[in-house]
């Protein structure tokens, strides 16, 4: 049985919550708190049964509705309030708000706008205290509108079939936003879904601390102990609309809404304490601390200051590593794919926090052979081979880079990337700045793209451009052997998320000399393949040789081209790339994707804002039209830039065609 004074501390954190919302919604219809918030009055229990037997360096992973949780888990609610103020005193210094605290020296790993992410972050670092040894496990809280979304099945179906010590923590409050349970899912019990995934479930009372308490409990148990996760449904109900600043027609039955008020959790708590023989005076000095701290906390973030311009770009990206000579690259021959693997290879000798995840990376070594001997040489622990599941893979590699492992992800064909893409634009690449730039995230997402191989319309596109244009993103795109080990080194040291763009063709036909030893190339400095004095080339990935090639036909009319390999699309080395069009003033991008909206857009932009005065001619952009890739082979070669198309663009802006 609970001490009283255990329960006394449970009402203290109950009302601490509870005050904390109300004076919230009050300062929000004030206009004092901005934007919205997401109160969980009503859902007080939940919060503080599964944290008290939690320790300080256990993680939870929280939801847009996640103040409580940040409470009941020991975050300071002075730092809480003034992050709702979008105060610098904040967690997030005021860049995250309301939906997006963390205190990561607390094990929360972050509230989340978007429903049903957390299940995935922290499935991620529920495997990454697997895999550093450690006793931590993760309480995953989410809403039952997260239970219909993909990532729910996939987060259950990995964390089961690996064992991994996570609790998923349900707050069926009824209603997604204005949609009810019944409504929305064809299995209303959601407790019931974890006996697909071989895992315990069962559906408890939410409002009631002490039943939470002891069901997370036996859960945390079974995690520490090896045996895997477990599913928990707690009924409760949130007292009011979705957010603070919807304004909704009434859609709960009135008499519904009554019930769930006779079954408030803080007065649950309140008879339980009375049992206990304590009286009004004392419970009411127990609210009157949590009311006071509230207050102190409302105090100090009216007096805060507001963040600063300067704070915003120190927060997107983390500082990179101090650039080094570039090696000479030897006399020793490797290909692309040999290139790749050797860098992950020594990076994981090197670095005990480096680890693989993807499709059929381990046994067999990814379908283009990146991966093989990895397993071999570091274990199935280090080196994953995942389910078909896109969604979980990158958003666990978020949690476990979070928590501190180096993941590295391959994507089979970039055009799954897709099914990542929260997991990386909304996450990886947000996290950092939401966190107040408090947060790294080492993460490498990699895998091939493009066509020439006639594997159609959905296995053929450059989609680099999507990624380049996300702030917080690396982005790296390798022409050659050389640079595809030196920067994929590189990319695994970097403290930030990094899109890693291998390309098809290159795996099959570039070889080139590799230095044996390790090394790591800058990130963001261009490569000058040719120099030359009439045009100036850019061309990314693929496209590097076939410019070199149409550079040697131009050169047989007498036309000297310059041809510039950016290497790094994010950031871009834009100074390499001003100085040639300043020398030659003239100048021709090149790409494979889609020429609209394409790269080669972006190039001609920065040339034409920041060296017009020294163009002779008008930029000119080389790239796809604007069609899916065809199978036939043809037609594929028609539409991908050939060295004929690159130099006749060329003699067009030099006028000699």
């Known amino acids: 049985m609970l001490e009283t004074t255990e329960l006394e501390t449970y009402f203290l954190d109950m009302w601490r919550i509870r005050r904390f919302e109300e004076r919230a919604e009050e300062l929000f219809k004030s206009g004092v708190i901005k934007g919205t918030a997401h109160s969980c009055v009503g859902q007080e229990a939940i919060a503080v049964g599964a944290c008290a037997v939690l320790g300080d360096d256990d993680y939870i ?75 931590q496990v993760c309480v995953a809280f989410f809403g039952d509108g997260a239970a219909n979304e993909g990532i729910f099945h996939e987060s259950l179906n990995l964390a089961a079939l690996w064992k991994l010590p996570v609790i998923f923590v349900c707050e069926n409050n009824g209603y997604g ?72 027609p009434r859609y709960r039955p009135e008499a519904e809404e009554e019930e769930w008020r006779r079954r408030d959790p803080i007065l649950k708590m309140t008879a339980l304490l009375k049992q206990r023989q304590v009286n009004q005076e004392r419970i009411d000095a127990i609210a009157a601390k949590a009311d006071a701290e509230v207050e102190q906390a409302i105090a100090a973030a009216r007096q805060a200051p507001e963040p600063a311009m300067e704070i915003l770009f120190p927060a997107v990206m983390a500082p990179s590593l101090a650039a080094s000579p570039e090696p000479e690259a030897g006399s020793r021959q490797l290909g692309y794919v040999e290139a790749v693997r050797e860098a992950m290879h020594q990076e994981m000798a090197r670095d005990d926090s480096v680890i693989v ?54 994507v089979q064909f970039f055009d799954f990337i897709t099914h990542m893409m929260d997991a990386i634009v909304n996450q990886a690449a947000k996290l950092r700045f939401m966190l107040g730039g408090e947060a790294r995230i080492p993460l490498v997402i990699r895998g091939p793209q493009g066509g020439g191989i006639r594997l159609g319309a959905q296995h053929s596109q450059s989609l680099e451009t999507w990624f380049a244009h996300i702030p917080g993103l690396v982005v790296l795109a390798p022409s050659n052997p050389y640079d595809a080990k030196g920067l994929l080194a590189a990319a695994i040291r970097d403290d930030n998320p990094v899109v890693f763009i291998e390309h098809k063709l290159l795996y099959q036909q570039s070889r080139g000399p590799v230095p044996e030893a390790p090394y790591a190339l800058p990130i963001g400095k261009a490569a ?130």
Not at 76 to 104: C, P, Q, V
Not at 629 to 639: A, F, Q, V
Request: with cysteine; net charge neutral; hydrophobic share 45%.
């Open 61 to 135: 992973v929280s939801h847009h509705r996640g103040h409580g949780h940040c409470i009941a888990k020991g975050a300071d609610t002075g730092k809480m309030m003034a992050e709702l103020f979008g105060r610098i005193t904040g967690y997030g210094h005021g860049l995250g708000g309301s939906m997006h605290i963390a205190a990561l020296d607390r094990g929360i790993l972050g509230a989340n706008g978007i429903v049903g992410a957390g299940l995935g972050i922290g499935t991620g670092a529920a495997l990454s205290a697997t895999i550093r040894g450690t006793s």
């Open 177 to 248: 936003l204005s949609l009810g349970v019944e409504q929305a899912s064809a299995v209303p019990r959601i407790s019931t879904r974890a006996a697909a995934y071989g895992m315990p479930g069962e559906t408890i009372d939410g409002n009631d601390a002490v039943v939470v308490r002891d069901a997370v409990g036996i859960a945390v148990q079974r995690a520490r102990a090896g045996e895997g996760p477990s599913l928990i449904e707690a009924m409760t109900y949130r007292s009011g609309d979705h957010s603070m600043r919807t304004n909704l």
């Open 357 to 410: 995840l993807g499709e059929d990376v381990g046994r067999i070594g990814g379908l283009f052979q990146c991966t093989a001997g990895l397993q071999q040489a570091f274990g199935a622990e280090r080196v994953r081979d995942t389910p078909i599941s896109e969604n979980v893979i990158a958003n666990a590699a978020v949690g476990a880079a979070l928590t501190g492992l180096r993941p590295i992800v391959e």
């Open 528 to 657: 000058i393949r040719r120099s030359g004095k009439d045009v100036t080339i850019v061309a990314t990935m693929a496209m590097v040789d076939v410019a070199l090639a149409a550079a040697r036909e131009l050169a047989r009319d007498g036309i000297e081209a310059e041809v510039i390999d950016p290497r790094s699309l994010r950031p871009l080395d834009s100074e390499t790339i001003l100085a040639s069009v300043r020398k030659t003033n003239r100048c021709v991008v090149v790409h494979e994707g889609w020429t609209t909206h394409g790269f080669g857009a972006e190039i001609s932009a920065l040339i034409m804002e920041n060296a017009f005065d020294w163009l002779d001619a008008p930029v000119a952009r080389v790239g796809m039209a604007d069609v899916p890739m065809p199978y036939n082979s043809g037609l594929e070669r028609e539409l991908i830039p050939n060295a004929a198309r690159i130099a006749e663009a060329a003699r067009t802006v030099c006028y000699r065609s």
